[in-house]
C-alpha cells in the first residue's frame, strides 16, 4: 500500500467517461428499450427476481417501501396531445396507458458513484455502474444522489426473514451471485453475472463477444423483444443500430430529437438534461393519430 | 444591572467555581438520571436496529435518509457555538465571553461526539464503519476521496480533535489550580497527570498564550470547514433543493445560530445549578442574547436568498421541492420552522426581554427546535418529492427507532456536559481573574481622572 | 447436450441421489453425520455434467394451458431458472411471469409430501400402497355412472391414460373444467368459422379491433400474442399496426391500445353490428343479409346504447373500411353475459364482412392423433358436476388441477354437495380449498419433476407436442407423477395391457417410439431419436390442414340494453389477470408481489371504480367498500380507475384463498364466490359479467399497497414515459 498505489488505483477506476481519458474498449454494454413494443407484462421484472436472487418482501415492507425490485414497471397515464407533457384529465384513458421498465440507467458519469464514501460503486471500463456489496457500509448516499431512485437497499436481513427464502427455496437462488445482508445497497447490473460469463467464454478462444452471446434476464424474457442490449461500441449490434438510427450519442446531452421538431425520431434518454449520460436509451410510444 | 463584581476575591473565584466539582444543587442529579435513562431509550432502538436491519426506522427507497442525518447536522450546528465563543471571541478580546467561553467549549467537543454517534446509527453496516476511513490495508483500498461524506468524516475528525486540544490547553491554569486545591485522591492524581506541572512562571504564561492562541486561529476556519462540508453533502449532490451554492455559509449562520441558542440555555441551567450567579451574569446574557439576535437575522436573510433563488431560478424541480416544503406533509414543520427560526428571535430585540430569564430558557429552547427542523427541512422533503415522480413518497413518517435515538442523543450530551461540568471548572477562573483585574484597573484608571464608572464593556 | 445412450433414469443417479429417499437436493438437505444418505462425489458424475457449468433441458411449462416450452437451467442437480425454448413456435424462447415462476410451484414450501387420509379434521399421513388399496375398495362395487372425474385441460399421453382408466371402470364421467375459457368463444367459433380455435395473425392485421380480448394479458396463448403483437406494432410495409380496444374495463391489452372504448357493459354485439352498418355507409360490401340485419343500428342508436361516440364509431369504421386486412378479437368481457353467444356471433360477422376470414383469421392444423388432443374445459363442467353432486349421483369424485371449492360461486353450494359424495380423492400439490373437502389428498410431482406430453389448444404452427421431462430428481420421497398414479390405478383393471410400462415414463417412450416415423425418419435408430425428442423437448407435426368455412350467421338477437336493477345498480367485472389467473398459482410469492400493471396493487385485492362514481358514493382510495351481489359479499379496498365504465365496478380473480398456502392464504377476496348464477344463453356457461352488486362503505380506511407513489401516474411535466403521434415519426428507418 503507497500513495503510488492510490494513485494508480485512482486513476483505474475513476475515468471521466464518457468523455474523459480512456475509450470504452472493446466493450461498452447498453440497452434500448422501445416503448411502443412494451406492453408492460412484468416478465422481465420477474426474470430479474428468478435471475438476481431478489427477496420477495411481502406485503408488510412492500406497503413500507421495502421492495426490492431492481427492474420496476412505471404506469403512467398518456398527456393530452404529444406537445404537452401535463396529465390527461379526460374522463376516461382511451389513449391507453404508457408502461416504462425503469432500472439503473447506468449512467457513464453516474452521480450515485462520486458520492460514495467507500468507492463501492464505481464505473467499470466496460461502462457499467458496478456495486461491490462487499464494501458498500449502507451509508445509502449513492441513492440519495441517484436521480433514477432505482437503487434498493437491504433494509433487513432478507436471507434470514422469514419466508423469503424458505428452506426449499433457496434451491433455486442463482449461485453465481451473493445474496446481499442487510445494510447493503443494491440494484440491476446489466446482469454482469452473464456478463463476465460471456467474456470469460470467449476469451479461451481469443475474440471478443458477438451480438447476442450475452442476453440480460429480462432482455432474453420479454415477449415483445422491446429490450435490447449489447455492445453500442460493436457497429454490428442491434443496441448500437438502434442508437445510431435514432441519433442518440452517449457522450450528448440534448439528442437530434430534442433539437429537432419534425425529425421524425423517437429515441431519447430519461432527465438527459442532469447529464449523467445514462446508457439507457427509449424509444417514444407511438399513437396511431388516425384514431 | 449588576455585573461581575469587580472587588471579588481571587480566592473567592478559586472557591466558587471549585465547590461546582464538589456539591451542586440536587438538581445535577436529577438531570444526570434523566440523562440515563434518555440515553438507555437510544441504545435499546440502536441494539434493536443493529439486530434487525435499519428497515425499523422507517427508511425507505427512495426516502433513505432522516432523522439520523437531520439530527447529525443539528449537533454539528450546535458545536459551533464554542468556537465562536472560545476562538472568535478570544481574537476579537471580547472580555465579557471569559465566565462561559469554557463550557461553551465542552459544547462543542461533546456536540461533535454526538453528531459522529449519528453517522455510526445510520450507517447500513455500522460494523464495517472503518472502511470509511483511509487506513493502511494490505488490498490497497482507499476511500472515495471524491465523497462529500468522506470529507466529512475527516473534517469531524480533525475538528473534534482540535476542539479537545483546545478545551484542554485552554484549562491548564485552572487545572493548577484544581490540583492545588484538591485532597488526596484519583482528582488530585487527575488534575496533577493533566496540568502538566503548570506554575505559572512567566515562561509558562507565555508559551500558554502563544499556544492557546495559534489553536484558536486554527480552530476558526475548521469550525468554518466543518460545516461547509457538512452543508457540502446536500450542495455537492445533484438533487432539488440540495444543490444550492449558498448552502456552506447558510449551514455556518445556521450553526452559529443553534450554537448560541443553545449557548444561552445551558448559561441559564449552570447559572442556576452551579450557583454561578456571581460569575454568569445578566450583562453577559445580554451580550450573548444580542448576538444570537444578530445570528438569527443573517440566518433569515440567507434563508430568504435560497428562496428568492430558488424562485427566480428556472429549476422546476428545486422550486417544486420548495412548494412540496411550504405546502406538502411536511408544511407544519416547515412553517415551525420559519416561525422558530425568524419570528420568534424578534424577542430577542426587546431589552426587557433580553435578561429575563424565564423568557429566554423558552426562546432559546424555541430557537433550537427551529434550528433543528431546518435540518430536517433540508433532508426529508428532497426524498418525497425528488427529479423522479414515480417514487414520491409523501407519507414517509419516522418510526419510534429513529425519535428513540434523537431523543436518547440529548441525553447523551447532556451526560457528557453535566459530568464534565463536574469534573472540570466550567468557568475559567484564570480568565475571569485576568477580566476582574483588567476592570478594576480601568477603573481605577477612570476614577483617577475624575470620571465615573459605567460598568464594564 | 445430451449424450448417446442416454438414459434419463440413469442421469438422474449419476447426478448422486438416485435412490436415495430425499432426493437431489444440493448442498442443503442431505445430512452426513447420521449416515443414513450415500453421498457420491461429482467424480463419478457424467462427462456432461461439470459442477459449477449449468445445463439447459427443455421441457414444458405447466402454469397455464398455452403450452410454452422451456428451457430449464440445472447447475448442481437443481433447477435454477425457467427461460423459454427458442425452438418453440408458440413461445419462441419467450415466457410470461406466471411461466418463469413455475420453479416456485417446484420448490414451494408448502406443497403436500405425503397421502394424506381424512380423518376427522385431520389429515393422517399414510402410504401409496394403502391410498392405492383404499380407492380400489372404495370403488369395489360403484357403477361407473357413479364415479366422477373432474380435471382441467388435459391433453397429451395423460389425457390417454386417464380416459382408458375411465373406461376401464366402465364411467363416461370425465368432465373438464376451467373456471376462466374462451369456450362460448369455441362454440361461435364453430358457427362462424367451422372450426372451434382458429389461428390468428395479429402480425398480418393492419388494424386489430379487439373486444374485449387481453390477448397480452391472460388471453388463450399471450406469449405468442405478445410476439405477434410486435411485430404488429413494426407493421409491415412501414406500416404500423393500429389497435383498438372495446371493453367495460381496462385490460393490460386495452392499456396497450391506440384508442380504448369504453363500452356499456354488454353492449359489444351492439357495438360490432354499428360498426358494420357504418362500414356499409361508408361504402363497404354487405351481403344483403347482413345490412338488412344491421340496418337498424344506426350510429346514434348504437351511441346511445354503448356509450361510444358517433364520431369514433366512423372514425373506427374508416379506419377498418381503409386498412385491410384487419382482425377482429372476442374476447371474455364480450363472451360474459347471457347474451355472451348472441355478442360473440356478431363480432365474428364483423370479421366475416371486414374479409378478414382467409386472411388474419386461417384454420388452424387439426391434431393428428384425436387421442392426444386437448379436453378444453368450460365451466358448464362445474355446473354438470354439481348437478350430480346435489342429486347424490356421484359417490366417488376425483380431482385434478382443479379447485372448485374456491371457483365456484357459493351459491352453488359446491362444498356443500362435495361432502354428498361418500369418497373424494383430490391429487394435489397444495392442500388448496377444494383438498380440504377430500377425503383422500394424494400428492403430485411438480412439473418440473414429472413425465408428459402436451398438446395445447392454440396451435400457431403446424401442431406442437410439447415435452415434459424432469429437470431435476423429486424433491420429496413420496409425490407421484400423475401419469405414474393413473398408471397404477389403471393396471388394478388392466393388468395385462399396461404390464409392459414400469412407468409413466416407458409409457410415454414406448408411445412416442411407436410413433417415431409421424416425426423423424424411419431409419433413425430409437435412442437417437428419443435423445433428439428430449433435447428439443418438443416435436412438430404438420397436422391435417383446413379451411375455414365462413358461415354468415343469419340472425343476431341482442338485447336493447342491458338489464339493471335498482337495488343492485353496478355490474361485477370479475377480472382475469395475467399471473393469478383462476387463482391456482397464488401462492407463488413472486406473482403475488408482481404489481399488477394497471393498479400496481401488489399482494391483495381491490376494487376497482371511476372517480365519477366514487365521488358520487363518497368514496376515496384505500376506503374498504363492501361489494354485495345477490349471493354475498365481499369487502375489499378501493381503488379508484378511469379505466372503467362508471356502472362497473371490477375485482380481480385468484387471490382471497383460506388455505393453498402462506403466500396465498388470507390475501384478498375471492369474488368468484358472490357471482350471480347466469349463464350464457346457447352454451350454458356462466355469464361471469352478469353479476350485479351494490357496493357501500365500511367506514374503515387502508392505505392501499402498491408501487405507483404519491405522484400516481402523473409525469408532472417531465419527459419520462413519451409518446409520439404516428404521424410525426418515420418508422421505416428503425435498425
Ligand atoms: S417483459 Fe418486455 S413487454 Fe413486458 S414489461 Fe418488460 S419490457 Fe415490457
Ligand atoms: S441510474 Fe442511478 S444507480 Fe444507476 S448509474 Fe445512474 S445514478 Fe447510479
Ligand atoms: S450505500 Fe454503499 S454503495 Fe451506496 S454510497 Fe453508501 S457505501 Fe456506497
Ligand atoms: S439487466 Fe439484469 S439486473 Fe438489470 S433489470 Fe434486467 S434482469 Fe435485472
Ligand atoms: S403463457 Fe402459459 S404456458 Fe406460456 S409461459 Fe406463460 S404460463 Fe407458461
Not at chain 2, 197 to 203: S, Y
Not at chain 3, 161 to 175: P, Q, V
Amino acid at each position: 500500500m503507497s500513495v503510488t498505489n492510490l494513485l494508480e488505483n485512482w486513476s483505474e477506476f475513476r475515468h471521466a467517461h464518457p468523455v474523459g481519458d480512456v475509450p470504452h474498449d472493446p466493450y461498452k454494454w447498453a440497452m434500448s428499450i422501445d416503448l411502443d413494443a412494451c406492453t408492460g407484462c412484468n416478465a422481465c421484472s420477474v426474470a430479474c427476481y428468478a435471475e438476481n436472487n431478489l427477496p420477495v418482501v411481502g406485503k408488510e415492507k412492500y406497503a413500507a417501501g421495502h421492495s426490492m425490485h431492481w427492474m420496476r414497471i412505471e404506469r403512467y397515464w398518456p398527456v393530452d396531445d404529444t406537445t404537452s407533457l401535463e396529465p390527461a384529465t379526460r374522463e376516461f384513458p382511451d389513449q391507453g396507458a404508457q408502461f416504462l421498465p425503469m432500472m439503473c440507467q447506468q449512467c457513464e458519469a453516474a452521480p450515485c458513484e462520486t458520492v460514495c464514501p467507500v468507492g463501492a460503486t464505481n464505473h467499470t471500463p466496460d461502462g457499467l455502474n458496478s456495486q461491490a456489496y462487499n464494501r458498500c457500509v449502507g451509508s445509502r448516499y449513492c441513492s440519495a444522489n441517484c436521480p433514477f431512485k432505482v437503487r434498493y437497499f437491504n433494509w433487513y436481513d432478507y436471507p434470514t426473514t422469514e419466508n423469503v427464502w424458505p428452506a426449499e427455496m433457496t434451491q433455486q437462488l442463482n449461485p453465481d451471485i451473493t445474496l446481499r445482508s442487510k445494510g447493503v445497497m443494491e440494484k440491476c447490473t446489466f446482469c454482469v453475472q452473464r456478463i463476465r460469463a460471456g467474456e470469460r467464454s470467449v476469451k479461451n478462444e481469443g475474440r471478443v463477444l458477438k451480438d447476442g452471446e450475452v442476453q440480460t434476464a429480462c432482455q432474453q424474457v420479454c415477449p415483445t423483444g422491446a429490450i435490447t442490449f449489447g455492445n453500442l461500441i460493436d457497429s454490428e449490434s442491434k443496441v448500437h443500430q438502434q442508437w445510431k438510427a435514432q441519433r442518440v450519442e452517449l457522450t450528448a446531452d440534448e439528442q437530434e430529437k430534442d433539437k429537432e421538431a419534425d425529425s421524425g425520431l423517437r429515441g431519447y434518454r430519461i432527465l438527459e438534461e442532469l447529464r449523467a449520460y445514462p446508457s439507457v436509451m427509449y424509444m417514444e410510444r407511438v399513437r396511431e393519430s388516425a384514431i | 444591572m449588576k455585573d461581575i463584581n469587580e472587588d471579588i476575591a481571587w480566592a473567592k473565584i478559586n472557591k466558587d467555581v471549585l465547590k461546582s466539582l464538589e456539591s451542586p444543587r440536587k438538581l445535577y442529579w436529577v438531570i444526570l438520571a434523566v440523562a440515563i435513562a434518555m440515553i438507555s431509550v437510544a441504545v435499546g432502538c440502536e441494539v434493536y436496529q443493529y439486530n434487525m436491519g435499519m428497515g425499523v426506522s422507517n427508511l425507505n427507497n427512495p426516502h433513505v435518509w432522516g432523522l439520523y442525518i437531520a439530527t447529525f447536522i443539528f449537533w454539528i450546528g450546535m458545536s459551533h457555538s464554542g468556537t465562536l465563543l472560545s476562538a472568535i471571541l478570544h481574537l476579537m478580546h471580547a472580555d465579557w465571553r471569559k465566565p462561559i467561553y469554557r463550557f461553551a467549549e465542552a459544547m462543542t467537543t461533546f456536540s461533535l461526539m454526538t453528531a459522529g454517534l449519528f453517522v455510526m446509527v445510520h450507517l447500513g453496516r455500522l460494523w464495517q464503519f472503518y472502511y470509511s476511513l483511509p487506513y493502511p490495508n494490505d488490498r490497497g483500498l482507499w476511500p472515495n476521496f471524491q465523497s462529500p461524506l468522506l470529507w466529512d468524516a475527516m473534517a469531524i475528525f480533525t475538528y473534534l480533535s482540535s476542539s479537545i486540544l483546545f478545551l484542554f490547553v485552554g484549562m491548564i491554569p485552572d487545572l493548577a489550580i484544581c490540583r492545588d486545591n484538591m485532597h488526596d485522591g484519583w482528582r488530585k492524581k487527575l488534575y496533577t497527570w493533566l496540568s502538566l506541572g503548570w506554575e505559572g512562571t512567566d515562561r509558562q504564561w507565555r508559551n500558554f498564550r502563544i499556544t492557546y492562541l495559534t489553536i484558536a486561529c486554527f480552530l476558526i476556519p475548521l469550525a468554518v470547514s466543518v460545516h461547509s462540508i457538512v452543508a457540502s453533502d446536500f450542495a455537492m449532490s445533484q438533487q432539488p433543493g440540495w444543490h444550492v451554492t449558498s448552502f456552506p455559509p447558510y449551514f455556518v449562520a445556521g450553526a452559529l445560530y443553534s450554537g448560541c441558542a443553545a449557548i444561552i440555555t445551558l448559561f441559564i441551567i449552570l447559572r442556576y445549578t452551579f450557583k454561578f450567579e456571581e460569575y454568569m451574569t445578566l450583562s453577559i446574557l445580554k451580550k450573548t442574547v444580542r448576538l444570537t439576535f444578530a445570528i438569527a437575522m443573517i440566518w433569515t436573510y440567507l434563508n430568504a436568498i435560497e428562496f428568492a433563488s430558488v424562485w427566480y431560478g428556472h429549476d422546476q424541480p428545486s422550486k417544486d421541492v420548495l412548494i412540496q416544503k411550504a405546502t406538502g406533509p411536511y408544511a407544519p414543520f416547515w412553517w415551525g420552522m420559519i416561525f422558530c427560526g425568524s419570528i420568534v428571535p424578534l424577542m430577542l430585540a426587546f431589552k426587557r426581554f433580553q435578561t429575563n430569564i424565564p423568557v429566554l430558557l423558552v426562546t432559546s429552547l424555541l430557537l433550537n427546535l427551529g434550528m433543528w427542523l431546518e435540518r430536517w427541512m433540508i433532508v426529508a422533503p428532497t426524498f418525497s418529492h425528488g427529479y423522479y415522480p414515480w417514487t414520491w413518497d409523501h407519507n414517509q413518517w419516522p418510526s419510534w427507532v429513529q425519535w428513540g435515538i434523537v431523543f436518547g442523543s440529548f441525553g447523551w450530551f447532556t451526560l457528557l456536559f453535566m459530568v464534565f461540568c463536574k469534573v472540570f471548572p466550567s468557568v475559567s477562573m484564570y480568565e475571569v481573574k485576568e477580566m476582574v483585574y483588567h476592570r478594576s484597573r480601568a477603573t481605577k484608571k477612570l476614577e483617577a481622572s475624575g470620571m465615573q464608572a459605567k460598568g464594564a464593556h | 447436450m445430451i449424450d448417446n445412450n442416454f438414459d434419463r433414469r440413469d442421469f438422474l443417479k449419476v447426478l448422486g441421489w438416485g435412490g436415495a429417499a430425499v432426493a437431489l437436493t444440493g448442498c442443503g438437505n442431505t445430512s452426513v453425520q447420521d449416515g443414513k444418505e450415500t453421498v457420491v462425489s461429482y467424480v463419478e458424475a457424467a462427462a456432461y455434467v461439470a459442477p459449477g457449468i449449468s445445463t439447459y433441458f427443455n421441457s414444458t411449462c405447466a402454469q397455464c394451458e398455452a403450452g410454452c416450452s422451456v428451457t430449464g437451467r440445472v447447475r448442481e442437480g437443481r433447477v435454477l431458472k425457467l427461460e423459454g425454448n427458442a425452438d418453440s413456435v408458440i413461445n419462441r424462447g419467450k415466457m410470461c411471469g406466471l411461466g418463469q415462476a413455475g420453479v416456485q410451484h417446484h420448490y414451494n414450501p408448502d406443497r403436500v409430501r405425503e397421502p394424506l387420509l381424512r380423518n376427522g379434521d385431520k389429515g393422517e399421513t399414510i402410504t401409496w400402497e394403502k391410498a392405492y388399496e383404499l380407492i380400489a375398495q372404495k370403488l369395489n362395487g360403484v357403477s361407473g355412472d357413479n364415479i366422477d372425474f373432474m380435471t382441467g385441460t388435459i391433453s397429451g399421453h395423460l389425457k390417454v391414460l386417464l380416459s382408458n382408466y375411465m373406461d376401464s371402470l366402465a364411467s363416461k364421467n370425465h368432465f373438464v373444467y376451467e373456471a376462466i375459457s374462451p369456450a362460448v368463444q369455441r362454440a361461435a367459433n364453430l358457427k362462424s368459422y367451422g372450426v372451434e380455435m382458429p389461428r390468428f395473425h395479429i402480425n398480418k392485421a393492419k388494424v386489430v379491433l379487439s373486444f374485449g380480448a387481453d390477448f397480452l394479458g391472460a388471453w388463450v396463448s399471450p406469449v405468442h400474442f405478445s410476439q405477434q403483437y410486435a411485430q404488429f406494432r413494426k407493421g409491415s410495409d412501414g406500416q404500423r399496426g393500429v389497435l383498438v380496444q372495446v371493453e367495460s374495463k381496462m385490460t393490460l391489452t386495452g392499456a396497450n391500445a391506440d384508442r380504448w372504448l369504453v363500452v356499456k357493459p354488454g353492449t359489444e354485439g351492439v357495438l360490432a353490428l354499428g360498426v358494420i352498418n357504418a362500414l356499409g355507409l361508408a361504402g363497404l360490401s354487405l351481403p344483403a343479409a347482413v345490412a338488412a340485419m344491421v340496418k337498424p343500428y344506426d350510429k346514434e342508436r348504437v351511441s346511445q346504447e354503448t356509450g361510444v361516440s358517433t364520431d369514433h364509431l366512423v372514425k373506427l369504421a374508416a379506419i377498418l373500411k381503409e386498412r385491410s386486412p384487419s382482425l377482429v378479437l372476442l374476447g371474455s368481457a364480450a363472451e360474459g353475459y347471457a347474451h355472451g353467444s348472441q355478442n360473440a356471433a356478431a363480432i365474428n360477422l364483423l370479421n366475416q364482412v371486414l374479409g378478414n376470414v382467409g386472411k388474419t383469421i386461417e384454420a388452424a392444423a387439426s391434431v393428428p392423433f384425436p387421442q392426444v388432443a386437448p379436453s378444453l374445459g368450460n365451466s358448464a363442467a362445474l355446473r354438470m358436476v354439481n348437478n350430480r353432486l346435489a342429486d347424490g349421483q356421484t359417490k366417488v369424485l376425483f380431482t385434478y388441477g382443479v379447485n372448485p371449492v374456491f371457483t365456484a360461486p357459493k351459491e352453488t353450494n359446491f362444498a356443500a354437495n362435495m361432502a354428498k359424495a361418500g369418497f373424494k380423492v383430490a391429487f394435489a400439490h397444495y392442500l388448496d380449498e377444494t383438498a380440504l373437502q377430500a377425503d383422500l389428498v394424494l400428492p403430485l410431482d411438480s412439473a418440473l419433476e414429472d413425465w408428459g406430453t402436451h398438446i395445447a389448444e392454440y396451435q400457431p404452427d403446424g401442431v406442437q407436442i410439447s415435452i415434459q421431462q424432469p429437470l431435476m430428481e423429486k424433491l420429496h420421497a413420496n409425490t407421484r407423477g400423475m401419469g405414474d398414479v393413473l398408471l397404477t390405478l389403471i393396471k388394478k383393471n388392466r393388468a395385462a395391457e399396461y404390464a409392459a410400462f414400469e412407468d409413466y415414463y416407458a409409457y410415454v417412450r414406448t408411445a412416442l417410439l411407436q410413433n417415431k416415423r409421424q416425426f423423424a425418419d424411419v431409419g433413425v435408430d430409437d435412442e437417437v431419436f428419443w435423445n433428439d425428442l428430449l433435447s428439443a423437448g418438443l416435436v412438430n407435426v404438420a397436422g391435417t390442414s383446413n379451411k375455414l368455412v365462413a358461415k354468415l350467421a343469419s340472425e343476431i338477437k341482442l338485447p336493447a340494453a342491458v338489464d339493471t336493477d335498482a337495488k343492485f345498480p353496478l355490474r361485477l367485472i370479475p377480472s382475469v389477470t395475467a399471473s393469478l389467473r383462476d387463482g391456482r398459482h397464488a401462492n407463488q410469492p413472486w406473482l403475488q408481489e408482481s404489481p399488477d400493471p394497471l393498479t400496481t396493487i401488489v399482494w391483495d385485492s381491490w376494487v376497482e371504480i371511476h372517480p365519477k362514481k366514487a365521488a358520487e358514493l363518497g368514496i376515496v382510495e384505500g376506503d374498504i367498500v363492501e361489494v354485495e351481489s345477490k349471493n354475498g359479499t365481499v369487502k375489499a379496498q378501493a381503488y379508484l380507475f378511469n379505466g372503467i365504465h362508471p356502472d362497473a365496478v371490477s375485482i380481480p380473480l385468484g387471490r382471497g384463498h383460506d388455505a393453498m398456502g402462506r403466500y396465498a392464504k388470507g390475501f384478498g377476496v375471492n369474488p368468484f364466490a358472490i357471482l350471480d348464477r347466469v349463464f350464457d344463453d346457447e352454451t350454458g356457461e356462466l355469464a361471469m359479467h352478469e353479476t350485479l352488486v351494490k357496493i357501500s362503505k365500511t367506514g374503515k380506511r387502508v392505505i392501499v399497497v402498491k408501487d405507483e407513489g404519491a405522484a400516481g401516474g402523473n409525469q408532472h411535466g417531465k419527459k419520462i414515459a413519451v409518446n409520439i403521434a404516428s404521424d410525426q415519426v418515420e418508422l421505416s428507418g428503425e435498425a
